[in-house]
């Protein structure tokens, strides 16, 4: 069974981000750039399926600039087989994304599509439910566990107060969550293995899908910043400021 997985090149987890000084976005500059962690974990439950022996190739693929070359390099290193990159210099949206993951999809025909639940950048939750829809597939969304059995796969999917098991024909969309697995770290002779994997590219135009924005994004700004805290003198006057000024009690 051949699995897809999709990957996003995102800021670090560890970058503080801070919005540009006119308010239009993040800013990005010299911002330490990896792939997004929920999509680590969908390369590495791909790559787990293969050496059980459940896959049998493991294809990543990108969309965004030239750059995300890294991040499809990084997924080959953890063991993935081939990579592609539909570049474009546009900043896409999710609807977008999907269009593109579709045609992708339609060329390679995979059994499963692996793809985070999330990207940490745009916090969307969109994609990958925007790809079943398209391709009129199943989804298992938010994936604690995925296990295949023969034509299907049972997801263990991580809702408020608990966990729910679905069962879907393959092929489908699964997204991962974050108890799914622990990825691994790539090692450097299997980041130079990487460099020889095949990759791709090809672009949205050469894969006939309209890129075009649906939504507009009209400000970015900080949470607001904490005011400093006082010090009192006892509980009873903790006591008083939480009932007669926070009124939390
Ligand atoms: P989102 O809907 O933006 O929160 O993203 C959910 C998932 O969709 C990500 O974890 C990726 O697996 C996939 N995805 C989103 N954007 C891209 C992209 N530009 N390239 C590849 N995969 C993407």
Not at 32 to 37: A, F, V
Not at 159 to 181: F, W, Y
Request: net charge negative; glycine share 8%; with cysteine.
């Amino acid at each position: 069974m051949k699995i897809l997985v999709a990957v996003k090149r995102v800021v670090d987890y560890n970058v503080k981000v801070r919005p540009k000084a006119d308010g239009t976005g993040p800013d990005l500059a010299n911002a330490k750039m990896s792939i997004n962690p929920f999509c680590e974990i969908a390369v590495e439950e791909a790559v787990r399926l293969k050496e059980a022996g459940v896959a049998s190739e493991v294809v990543v693929v990108s969309i965004g600039e030239k750059t995300s070359q890294e991040q499809i390099r990084t997924a080959l290193a953890l063991g993935a087989d081939r990579g592609i990159l539909v570049e474009t210099g546009e900043s896409l949206q999710p609807l977008a994304v999907a269009k593109c993951l579709k045609a992708v999809y339609d060329q390679e025909q995979p059994q499963m599509v692996l793809m985070g639940k999330q990207s940490i950048d745009g916090d969307n939750n969109q994609t990958g439910q925007m790809l079943a829809a398209l391709a009129g597939i199943g989804q298992g969304t938010f994936a604690s566990e995925v296990k295949v059995d023969g034509e299907s796969v049972n997801v263990t999917r991580e809702i408020d107060g608990g966990l729910q098991t679905v069962g879907l024909k393959l092929p489908a969309v699964v997204t991962t969550d974050l108890r799914l697995n622990e990825p691994r770290y790539a090692s450097l002779p299997n980041i130079m293995k990487a460099k020889k994997k095949p990759l791709d590219t090809t672009t949205p135009a050469d894969l006939g899908v309209d890129i075009a924005p649906r939504f507009e994004v009209l400000g970015v700004e900080p949470p607001p910043s904490r005011s400093a805290g006082i010090k009192v003198a006892d509980v009873a006057e903790l006591v008083d400021k939480l009932k007669n000024e926070a009124k939390v009690i």
